[in-house]
Structure formats: C-alpha cells, structure tokens
C-alpha cells in the first residue's frame, strides 16, 4: 500500500525574542506565575517584514533544502494557519509563489491549533488517494498580531513561528512496520466554540479581532479529549503506549502535556517538550517540536512518533507515523 513518508523538516522564528521578564513590563503578571500555570520561559514574536507567510516560506525552504527536493518536486502545498496574511487569497498560494513554484494546487486549513494534524492528514488522504506524490505540508502563525495585550491571562500565553515537512508517497507492507502516516484521528464539536475563539471576522464584524479564551473550561476538556485520539490512534492500528518512541503533543501547556501522558503510561522522557521556548504557536507548534527533536538526533528513522493537538471549536485529533 501507498504511504506518506515524511521526506524532510524544517522551522522558522522571527527574530525577536520575548521573555516572561519583559511580559512583568505590558501586564500585571510575574515569570513565577506563567513558569508555575504554563511551563513557558520565552515565545518569539514577529516584527515589521515578518508574516505568516514570510515564515511559512523560510521553513518550506528548510524543509526542502533537507529532503534534497525543490518546489519544481511538489503537487500540492498545504498551509494551516488562523492567521493568514490575507483573507484571501490563502497564504498556502502566496507560499507557492514565493517559492516559484506555478503547478499543482495550494491551499489553507483551518483549525487553530489542531490544524497541523488537520492539514497531514489531508495531506496523507491526498497520497493516498494517488491525487499527489509530493505534499509540503506547513503549519505558520503570527498570533501576536491577534492578541489583546492588555489581557494578561492570553497575551502571556502564544507566540509566532512556522515549522514544515515534506510527505512523499512511499511502497509500504500495510503493516505498522512501514514507514509514515499510520493512521489519522479527527474530531470537532462546535458547542464549545465560545470558550476559545477571535471576536471578529469579515463576515461579522469587520475587523480581524482578538483571541478571547476560558482558559480554565478549556483546561478541563483538553486532557480528555486528547486521550479520546491517541486512544484511537492505538485502536487503529493495534499499538500501545509502549510501543511508542516518541510523544509530540501540541505545546500549550506544561501542564496538559504532562497530565495527558500521565494518563496515558507515557513516559515524560518520551515526551518532546518545546513549550518554554515558543509558548504556544498554534498549528506551527508540533512542527516546530518535531523540527527541534529531529535536529537534535532525538527522533530517528525508524521511530514511532504519536502527534496529538486540540484547538478552538474545538477541534482535536492525532498522527501516528514512523519517522
């Protein structure tokens, strides 16, 4: 059977660092509370120049450059992102352009911070489906261009970043010995809708609006429902926790990420942390983890790696692929 087989990776930040010291500066909020609440140190946070796009195309770049391919190899870019430069066109085709690539198809996902899960798995149906070979599949966000930054219990929490791979379509045994996308979970439900969202849009109020989040309802369903898709995941595909080398959750919250392995047996040095470098960057944050842990040496050829995220919506779902 066809497989979708990660080809390449690659990340991009802007320059800009911000400290939780330099947040005690904008908002009544101490590094001693967001360090104890989030496990975030640091996020990045785009300047004049840097978009959504411009940092989306620095990690296609990367991701290209080490899968040995150019843009001239792809059939299909796939960008997930709320914070697109542009209502439209999607920022997925301003990429293509930038990266000169004039064939195939480009186009944008929408799922907060579960839209890298979203967008892989379209990806991997894509491949599968025999309608592409090549997908670059990238996750880019400018989050701070919609927070209030008056709102300590929000602004403290996001930062901006770009990370990508490259999927390949790749013979495979149909066995969970195969290299690539072994199974996708989805899953939304839009009662929840107005415990994380932005108040604006074209359609309502005209304006692009600000984040707006109960971060404590929002707390209480993350760690169910992200066992709800690694469970799946394991279903599916007749694996367990054990068999897994590496965990790679959405970076949100120290805390979420360590209580959702906790309840799975998953063994917190299996876990790929990265939330106290970028805070949380939404659909850019696993591919920015996977970029971090497969740079280090950490994730390998060969490695069962689970991705799990949950976002506004809400939206959750994971991937279970061999690296």
Same mark, same amino acid.
């Given at each position: 059977?066809?497989? %979708?087989?990660?080809?390449? /990776?690659?990340?991009?930040?802007?320059?800009?660092?911000?400290? &939780?010291?330099?947040?005690?500066?904008?908002?009544?909020? %101490?590094?001693?509370?967001?360090?104890?609440?989030?496990?975030?140190?640091?996020?990045?946070?785009?300047?004049?120049?840097?978009?959504? *796009?411009?940092?989306?195309?620095?990690?296609?770049?990367?991701?290209?450059?080490?899968? $040995?391919?150019?843009?001239?190899?792809?059939?299909?870019?796939?960008?997930?992102?709320?914070?697109?430069?542009?209502? /439209?066109?999607?920022?997925?085709?301003?990429?293509? &352009?930038?990266?000169?690539?004039?064939?195939?198809?480009? /186009?944008?996902?929408?799922?907060?911070?579960?839209?890298?899960? =979203?967008?892989?798995?379209? #990806?991997?149906? =894509?491949?599968?489906?025999?309608?592409?070979?090549?997908?670059?599949?990238?996750?880019?966000?400018? /989050? %701070?261009?919609?927070?209030?930054?008056?709102?300590?219990?929000?602004?403290?929490?996001?930062?901006? $970043?770009?990370?990508?791979?490259?999927?390949?379509?790749?013979?495979?045994?149909?066995?969970?010995?195969?290299? $690539?996308?072994?199974?996708?979970?989805?899953? %939304?439900?839009?009662? +929840?809708?107005?415990?994380? =969202?932005?108040?604006?849009?074209?359609?309502?109020?005209?304006?692009?609006?600000?984040?707006?989040?109960?971060?404590?309802?929002?707390?209480? +369903?993350?760690?169910?429902?992200?066992?709800?898709?690694?469970?799946?995941?394991?279903?599916?595909?007749?694996?367990?926790?054990?068999?897994?080398?590496?965990?790679?959750?959405?970076?949100? &919250?120290?805390?979420?990420?360590?209580?959702?392995?906790?309840?799975? $047996?998953?063994?917190?040095?299996?876990?790929?942390?990265?939330?106290?470098?970028?805070?949380?960057?939404?659909?850019?944050?696993?591919?920015? #983890?996977? &970029?971090?842990? *497969?740079?280090?040496?950490?994730?390998?050829?060969?490695?069962?790696?689970?991705?799990? #995220?949950?976002?506004?919506?809400?939206?959750?779902?994971?991937?279970?692929?061999?690296?």
């Amino acid at each position: 059977m066809i497989r %979708s087989v990660v080809r390449g /990776f690659g990340a991009s930040l802007p320059k800009r660092v911000m400290t &939780n010291s330099e947040m005690e500066e904008k908002v009544d909020t %101490s590094d001693e509370w967001i360090v104890q609440r989030t496990g975030i140190r640091q996020r990045h946070i785009a300047g004049e120049g840097e978009t959504t *796009a411009s940092l989306g195309e620095a990690a296609a770049r990367a991701a290209l450059d080490k899968a $040995g391919l150019t843009a001239a190899d792809l059939d299909v870019i796939i960008v997930a992102t709320s914070t697109p430069d542009n209502t /439209f066109p999607a920022t997925a085709v301003n990429i293509q &352009n930038r990266l000169g690539m004039h064939h195939g198809a480009a /186009f944008d996902v929408q799922a907060v911070c579960s839209g890298f899960i =979203y967008a892989v798995a379209t #990806a991997d149906a =894509y491949i599968r489906g025999g309608l592409a070979r090549r997908v670059l599949v990238i996750g880019a966000e400018t /989050f %701070s261009r919609i927070l209030d930054w008056n709102d300590r219990t929000t602004c403290v929490l996001f930062g901006d $970043g770009a990370g990508a791979i490259v999927l390949e379509a790749q013979e495979g045994s149909g066995t969970t010995a195969d290299r $690539g996308v072994l199974t996708a979970q989805l899953r %939304s439900d839009g009662a +929840h809708k107005e415990k994380l =969202y932005v108040d604006g849009g074209p359609s309502t109020t005209g304006t692009v609006g600000h984040l707006r989040m109960e971060g404590r309802e929002v707390f209480k +369903h993350a760690v169910g429902m992200i066992t709800d898709v690694i469970e799946a995941a394991f279903d599916a595909t007749g694996t367990t926790a054990e068999d897994l080398d590496w965990l790679v959750p959405h970076q949100a &919250n120290r805390r979420i990420i360590d209580g959702s392995a906790r309840k799975l $047996g998953i063994p917190l040095d299996k876990v790929v942390v990265t939330v106290d470098l970028h805070g949380n960057t939404s659909a850019a944050s696993i591919p920015l #983890a996977l &970029n971090v842990a *497969a740079s280090d040496g950490r994730i390998k050829q060969g490695d069962l790696v689970l991705l799990e #995220a949950m976002g506004g919506g809400f939206t959750w779902g994971s991937i279970l692929l061999r690296w």
